[in-house]
T-cell receptor, first 112, second 114 residues
Framework: QQQVKQSPQSLIVQKGGISIINCAYE??????FPWYQQFPGKGPALLIA?????SEKKEGRFTISFNKSAKQFSLHIMDSQPGDSATYFC???????????FGTGTRLTVIP | DAGVTQSPTHLIKTRGQQVTLRCSPK?????VSWYQQALGQGPQFIFQ???????QRGNFPDRFSGHQFPNYSSELNVNALWLGDSALYLC?????????????FGPGTRLTVL
């Protein structure tokens, strides 16, 4: 059973556009929601993370929006650049950054 | 400051064989987790080691075992390999068992089982 559902599976965005990736979860015990970026042949790298006591967190061009009642969270990449082309994973865990449950990933392609 | 390192980078084994993968955590980190990432999928948690003991375990059979050494480095052992074990094996490290610490991932070991 997939604990975290992610969509879309793939996304193509023009340079300068906004990329939006969505995730949903069922387990209300989750209290930590990170987003990871992964390039081919590399391990996932943490982009940004949020806890359920806030509804939004912004770091540079990356913003997480969190809706606790809907059990959904999303990643927004503003002013998308070709260098952002990678696979993005949402994840969730209980008790902080321990056992992470990952989504299935979104392959983002930013075209010039 | 070196990040998480893993060895080897790539490995090819045949069905039924055993394999050992190694991980050195980021400096200052004492907790190591292992994940399996099948092609086109998200990583799946295998287990976590802290203070040389397995603290948490995901839904993986006993063929998957691990060890943590006094210097916090860790090994993942997989016995009786089968084709479905082909994947990228990721090691992640963090500091302690608190709720506010980030997991940092290594580059992974690509295991191919023929």
């Amino acid at each position: 059973q997939q604990q975290v559902k992610q969509s879309p599976q793939s996304l193509i965005v023009q340079k300068g556009g906004i990329s939006i990736i969505n995730c949903a979860y069922e387990n209300t015990a989750f209290d930590y929601f990170p987003w990871y970026q992964q390039f081919p042949g590399k391990g996932p790298a943490l982009l940004i993370a949020i806890r359920p006591d806030v509804s939004e967190k912004k770091e540079g061009r990356f913003t997480i929006s969190f809706n606790k009642s809907a059990k959904q969270f999303s990643l927004h990449i503003m002013d998308s650049q070709p260098g952002d082309s990678a696979t993005y994973f949402c994840a969730a865990s209980k008790n902080g950054a321990n056992n992470l449950f990952f989504g299935t990933g979104t392959r983002l392609t930013v075209i010039p | 400051d070196a990040g998480v390192t893993q060895s080897p980078t790539h490995l090819i084994k045949t069905r039924g064989q055993q394999v050992t993968l190694r991980c050195s955590p980021k400096s200052g980190h004492d907790t190591v987790s292992w994940y399996q990432q099948a092609l086109g999928q998200g990583p799946q948690f295998i287990f976590q080691y802290y203070e040389e003991e397995e603290r948490q375990r995901g839904n993986f059979p006993d063929r998957f075992s691990g060890h943590q050494f006094p210097n916090y480095s860790s090994e993942l052992n997989v016995n009786a390999l089968w084709l479905g074990d082909s994947a990228l094996y990721l090691c992640a490290s963090r500091s302690g068992q608190g709720v506010s610490d980030t997991q940092y991932f290594g580059p992974g070991t690509r295991l191919t089982v023929l």
